[in-house]
């Protein structure tokens, strides 16, 4: 059974910090594109980063560039964001995603809220 658990999202202040981890499991990571979305409501769900195995190419969306950083670790198959500067529009239920680009197996996890405020 293919999972994806999310988890690390909370209330932080504007200019500060949070470290998201999506921890998958079923699922051979290293075959997998992991990626990073996020949704606030009646809006569609937007893309925020992308990371390809083995982890040495990365692409963000221009509004997080040089202040979210997405990593993965193969030894515990997690995904992180770490997000810093983080501001009121960083708001969101924020998704991780695993794409195998060859079979198309496409998988999901539950979602963590984030809330930036003051």
Do not use: H
Not at 17 to 23: G, H, I, K, P, Q
Not at 86 to 94: G, I, L, N, R, S
Request: aromatic residues 12%.
């Amino acid at each position: 059974q293919v999972q994806l658990v999310e988890s690390g999202g909370g209330l932080v202040q504007p200019g500060g910090s949070l470290t998201l981890s999506c921890a998958t499991s079923g699922v051979t990571f290293r075959w997998y594109s992991m990626g990073w979305y996020r949704q606030t409501p009646g809006k569609e769900r937007e893309w925020v980063a992308s990371i390809l195995p083995p982890g040495t190419s990365t692409t963000y969306v221009d509004s997080v560039k040089g202040r979210f950083t997405i990593s993965r670790d193969s030894a515990d198959n997690t995904v992180y964001l770490q997000m810093n500067s983080m501001k009121a529009e960083d708001t969101a239920v924020y998704y991780c995603r695993a794409r195998n680009e060859l079979s198309k197996e496409d998988y999901w996890g539950q979602g963590t809220q984030v809330t930036v405020s003051s």
